[in-house]
């Protein structure tokens, strides 16, 4: 029993990916004073398996272990955009596109229309999906056996996600570095 309940524990599973990712977490949460996270796949569900959270008195928290739809803001938009054609198919597949929140995809078509614009742009952008008032901007970490994104998000009247996207994208290298490296 112990060793199931270890092993099913995100946090336990996915601990080079964590400790690959804290200072990069710790360096977007303070230069853009938003809230930075680390978000992988949970079958249908994004799954947020490390938080550093923002600074500021009035801030937004997902929370380590929080979940949501996997089609549902930027960071499950971008782990979407990981994956073959083929395993996009059979992922969306089992799931049915439905509102969600303030979210703007609302059947599997407009979905596969901005999952083919990350794939091209490499990164994605969320306004009030989870949160009216929330602002968020992920990119893909590449070289980990799962698909997994690196998120900021804060709120939208403070914060331009695209300010903050050349420092997330170079922290996705460094945290992919590090994960081939081992540390």
């Known amino acids: 029993p112990l060793f199931l309940r270890l092993s099913s524990n995100p946090s336990v599973s996915h601990q080079?990916?964590?400790l690959s990712s804290?200072?990069?977490l710790r360096k977007?949460?303070?230069?853009?004073d938003e809230t930075s996270m680390i978000t992988i796949p949970n079958g249908d569900q994004r799954l947020v398996l490390k938080e550093v959270c923002s600074k500021q008195k009035i801030a937004l928290s997902l929370g380590d272990g929080n979940s949501a739809p996997i089609y549902v803001g930027s960071a499950g938009r971008t782990i979407l955009a990981q994956y073959s054609d083929n395993e996009l198919n059979k992922i969306l597949g089992r799931i049915r596109v439905a509102p969600f929140g303030l979210s703007p995809f609302k059947d599997e078509s407009l979905l596969r229309k901005e999952i083919n614009k990350i794939r091209k742009k490499g990164f994605s952008t969320s306004l009030g999906e989870n949160h009216p008032d929330a602002a968020g901007i992920s990119v893909p970490v590449i070289g980990y056996f799962i698909p997994v994104s690196l998120c900021v998000m804060g709120l939208k009247r403070r914060f331009k996600p695209t300010s903050i996207l050349d420092e997330?994208?170079?922290?996705a290298i460094r945290i992919s570095d590090s994960l081939l490296q081992g540390i």
């Open 168 to 171: 997330l994208k170079e922290s």
């Open 28 to 32: 977007l949460r303070d230069s853009s």
């Open 16 to 18: 080079m990916l964590i």
């Open 22 to 24: 804290m200072d990069e």
